[in-house]
């Protein structure tokens, strides 16, 4: 089992920053590859960071390199979003995602993000 719990959203002017975090916990956290979503209003969630606990490798949705940065602190089980000339497009609810590339996959609950033009 893992237990995902996002935080850090919120609203923020057009070209703004925020940073989201997650924090995670379970056993064997190195099997799971962590993930960010997002889901806007009347969207399909869509995938938009990913990183490995491992060797750290990222990759990232076109809509947000550059702008976008995932990373991790292995010691600590976290998991951060650093999100920079944030755009009214951005808006959403944002979900950590752990995922063991099985079938596996945990959730958290979200975060809301809300970007005024």
């Known amino acids: 089992q893992v237990q995902l719990v996002e935080s850090g959203g919120g609203l923020v002017q057009a070209g703004g920053s925020l940073r989201l975090s997650c924090a995670a916990s379970g056993r064997t956290l190195s099997r799971y590859v962590m993930n960010w979503f997002r889901q806007a209003p009347a969207k399909e969630r869509e995938f938009v960071a990913r990183?490995?606990?491992?060797?750290?490798?990222?990759s990232y949705a076109e809509s947000v390199k550059g702008r976008f940065t995932i990373s991790r602190d292995n010691g600590k089980n976290m998991v951060y979003l650093q999100m920079i000339r944030l755009k009214p497009e951005d808006t959403a609810v944002y979900y950590c995602?752990?995922?063991?590339?099985?079938?596996?996959?945990?959730w958290g609950q979200g975060t809301q993000v809300t970007v005024s033009s």
């Open positions: 995602n752990a995922d063991d590339l099985t079938g596996t996959m945990y």
């Open positions: 990183i490995t606990w491992g060797a750290g490798s990222t």
